[in-house]
C-alpha cells in the first residue's frame, strides 16, 4: 500500500460522513427494496448506507453534498481519471448520457458525499477501487 492510501478516510471502518435529505432517503428505500431481487449484496450496501446518514430537510441539504440530481466529478484515485456524472433514479439512468443510477455501486458509493471526500467501493467485478469527490453542482433539467 502506498503512503497516499494510508491516511484515516480509508484505513477499514473509518467512513466519509454522508448527508441526505430525508425526502430522497425515503425515495431510495422504496427503490432498494427491487435491488434485494437483482443484487442484495448491494442492496444491503445501501441501506448500510442510508441507516449511517445525517439526514436533514431539503432546503438544509449542503449544495456540495452528492444527491439525486447532481452532477458528480470525481476521481479515480488508482488511475487517476476524472469523470463527470449525474446521480439518477433507475429508470432516468442513461449511461451514454452520463446519468447513472443511485442503485450501481458507484451509485451507493457517491450518495451523501461531500466534495473532498475519499471512498473505497467495489466495482461490479469486485475490484476494490478509491475515488474523490472533487466537485458537486446543480444538473440542468434533472427530474428527481
Do not use: C
Amino acid at each position: 500500500m502506498s503512503k497516499h492510501m494510508t491516511n484515516s478516510r480509508n484505513r477499514p471502518g473509518r467512513q466519509p460522513k454522508i448527508i441526505l435529505d430525508q425526502a430522497t432517503v425515503h425515495r431510495i428505500e422504496s427503490l432498494g427494496q427491487r435491488l434485494y431481487q437483482s443484487n442484495p449484496t448491494l442492496a444491503d450496501r445501501l441501506f448500510g448506507e442510508l441507516g449511517r446518514a445525517r439526514l436533514v430537510s431539503r432546503d438544509k441539504l449542503p449544495a456540495n453534498v452528492v444527491s439525486l440530481g447532481r452532477r458528480v466529478t470525481y476521481r479515480d484515485e488508482a488511475t487517476g481519471e476524472e469523470k463527470v456524472v449525474v446521480l439518477t433514479s433507475p429508470e432516468d439512468a442513461d449511461i451514454s448520457q452520463q446519468r447513472i443510477s443511485v442503485l450501481t455501486p458507484i451509485g451507493v458509493a457517491l450518495l451523501g458525499l461531500s466534495e473532498g471526500a475519499q471512498f473505497g467501493w467495489n466495482d461490479r467485478t469486485g475490484a476494490t477501487r478509491s475515488l474523490t469527490v472533487l466537485r458537486v453542482e446543480a444538473a440542468e433539467a434533472v427530474v428527481i
